[in-house]
C-alpha cells in the first residue's frame, strides 16, 4: 500500500519549495526524471541533480551522490525543500538510509518525493523514523499541475 501525503499537505509543500534534490536524474532527455526536472524548471524551481556520473544535466552541476549535494548546499547556505526519487523500488531502502545520515536531515525537514510507481515499506519506515514527510507512487510534475 502507498503512502500519500494529502492536497493540502502536498500543495503547500509544492508551492513553498524552491530547491529539489532529484536522486537519479538522467541526462538522456528521453526519460521521465528528466522530463519532470524539465517542467520544475520551467515553473522556477531549482534543481540539483544527483546523478552517479555527475557532469552538467539541463544546465546544472549534477553530483554523483546525496551527500555530496546536501554538503555542497550547506556551504553555500542553501538547503534541499523536496528530494525527489527516481531509483527502482528495491533501492529505496537504501537511498533513505543514506538520505537519514545526512547532517541536519532533522532539522530542515526536506520532503522525501517517491516518483510513481515506485514504493518501500522500508523506505517509508526510514522516512519517519527520521521526522521527514514522505510520499510515493506519485509524480511530482503531475501533482504540481493539478494543485498548483
Known amino acids: 500500500m ?26 538522456d532527455s528521453s526519460k521521465s526524471s528528466y ?3 524539465e517542467f520544475l524548471l520551467s515553473q ?13 544535466i539541463l544546465g546544472c552541476r549534477a553530483y554523483t551522490s546525496i551527500k555530496e549535494a546536501w554538503e555542497a548546499l550547506r556551504a553555500q547556505g542553501r538547503h534541499c525543500d523536496i528530494i525527489n ?5 528495491e533501492a529505496l531502502g537504501e537511498v533513505l538510509s543514506e538520505i ?3 547532517q541536519g536531515i532533522a532539522q530542515e525537514q526536506p520532503c522525501i518525493w517517491v516518483q510513481l510507481g515506485l514504493h518501500s515499506v522500508q ?3 526510514i522516512a519517519t523514523s527520521c521526522g521527514l514527510m514522505y510520499e510515493e507512487d506519485s509524480c511530482i510534475a ?5 494543485l498548483c
Open 142 to 146: 503531475i501533482e504540481y499541475q493539478r
Open 85 to 89: 526519487i527516481f531509483r527502482k523500488s
Open 2 to 27: 502507498a503512502h500519500h501525503l494529502n492536497d493540502t499537505q502536498k500543495q503547500e509543500i509544492l508551492q513553498k519549495a524552491q530547491v529539489i534534490c532529484i536522486i537519479g536524474l538522467s541526462p
Open 123 to 125: 523506505a517509508y519506515q
Open 100 to 102: 537519514s545520515c545526512l
Open 35 to 37: 522530463g519532470v526536472a
Open 44 to 56: 522556477g524551481k531549482q534543481i540539483v541533480p544527483i546523478y552517479p556520473r555527475g557532469g552538467i
